[in-house]
């Protein structure tokens, strides 16, 4: 599970963060969930037109970017809670 209030980064275009917690998770950090997706939504609106597709599995919600410069603002914007895995997307 990725940690709450955390985007990982799958690949070039693709992040994923998790936007349902279990009631134990839920408790200790819900807010930080909604946080997530009120920035991320504050993001995709302030930046539009931008071409994505976001999918949700299960839990989590998948955003692609269509474009890697619009790909490369999102990392920026969000470089404070970005996870890679120990990879570099460059």
Request: proline fraction near 2%; charge should be negative; glycine fraction near 6%.
């Amino acid at each position: 599970m990725i940690e709450p209030g955390k985007i990982y980064q799958i690949d070039y275009r693709a992040f994923e963060f998790t936007i349902e917690l279990d009631f134990y998770s839920k408790v200790n950090s819900g807010s930080l969930i909604v946080d997530l997706i009120d920035r991320v939504n504050k993001y995709l609106k302030v930046r539009s037109p931008l071409e994505y597709d976001h999918q949700q599995d299960g839990s989590k919600v998948i955003l692609k970017f269509a474009k890697l410069d619009d790909a490369r603002m999102f990392m920026l914007s969000f470089s404070d809670i970005l996870e890679t895995g120990g990879y570099w997307y460059e």
